[in-house]
């Protein structure tokens, strides 16, 4: 089935550095989601990103999708503390891929601290 | 504007006892997905619903796991004789989409019910 890999699993930088989570793919996707969640939360939704080479900003955070559908990246400048959370990505399948299910697989995620 | 309401937030069982979960999905969804979080992982995906019917049960374990979503009120997922390992963060999470059981929106996510199996 497909997997999602996500690293790295922690990060630890200090207030103002830089952070960058990257995720790939064993299948090419149909598109990639990505989601913050803070500590003792659930879940939410940040962006989705469907075309291939596409790159979205949101303030600081800077998602890119690869060429191949297979991996993406989260890059957030300047970070702050209210940075703090696990970001997961979620890869939808592509219907061709041979996936054995069709739903939203995310990876384990990078569980960022923001150092004051 | 209500979002997603799951409960309880926390359930405590002995083993070999049942655990009834419970999701509303945000007014104006249709579409009703499981997930399952266990410490330092991810989100493992169990079964997508819509309104009284089972679109994907991939995720789901044969054996003592049920979900429903009937015509009226909550979705349910229900754990049969539960053992320790069950023990986890269940997300139920919400959608709008509309287009056959290929996910192409972002989900909602309610605040989760975590089970505790003693």
């Known amino acids: 089935g497909q997997q999602v890999m996500q690293i790295p699993q922690y990060q630890h930088v200090q207030e103002g550095e830089d952070f960058t989570t990257y995720c790939n793919s064993s299948t090419t996707l149909s598109n990639i989601q990505w989601y913050k969640q803070r500590p003792g939360g659930h879940p939410v939704f940040l962006i989705q990103?469907?075309?291939?080479?596409e790159v979205k900003k949101q303030k600081r955070l800077t998602f890119q999708f690869g060429e191949a559908k297979k991996n993406s990246s989260l890059h957030i400048t300047a970070t702050q503390t209210t940075d703090v959370g696990t970001y997961f990505c979620?890869?939808?399948?592509?219907?061709?891929?041979?996936?054995?299910?069709?739903?939203?697989?995310f990876g384990k995620g990078t569980k960022l601290s923001v150092i004051p | 504007n209500a979002g997603v309401m799951q409960n309880p937030r926390h359930l405590v069982r002995r083993r070999g006892q049942e655990a009834r979960l419970r999701c509303s999905p945000m007014k104006g969804h249709s579409h009703v997905y499981w997930y399952r979080q266990l410490p330092e992982e991810g989100l493992k995906f169990m079964v997508y619903?819509?309104?009284?019917?089972?679109?994907?049960e991939s995720g789901m374990p044969k054996e003592r796991f049920s979900a429903e979503f009937p015509k009226e009120g909550p979705s349910i997922l229900r754990i049969q004789q539960v053992v320790r390992g069950d023990s986890a963060a269940y997300f139920c999470?919400?959608?709008?989409?509309?287009?056959?059981?290929?996910?192409?929106?972002?989900?909602?996510f309610g605040s989760g019910t975590q089970l505790s199996v003693l």
């Open positions: 619903l819509q309104k009284e019917n089972i679109i994907d």
């Open positions: 990103l469907v075309k291939s080479g």
């Open positions: 999470a919400s959608s709008t989409r509309t287009q056959g059981p290929v996910t192409n929106e972002k989900l909602f």
């Open positions: 979620a890869g939808l399948p592509n219907r061709n891929s041979g996936a054995g299910s069709y739903q939203l697989t």
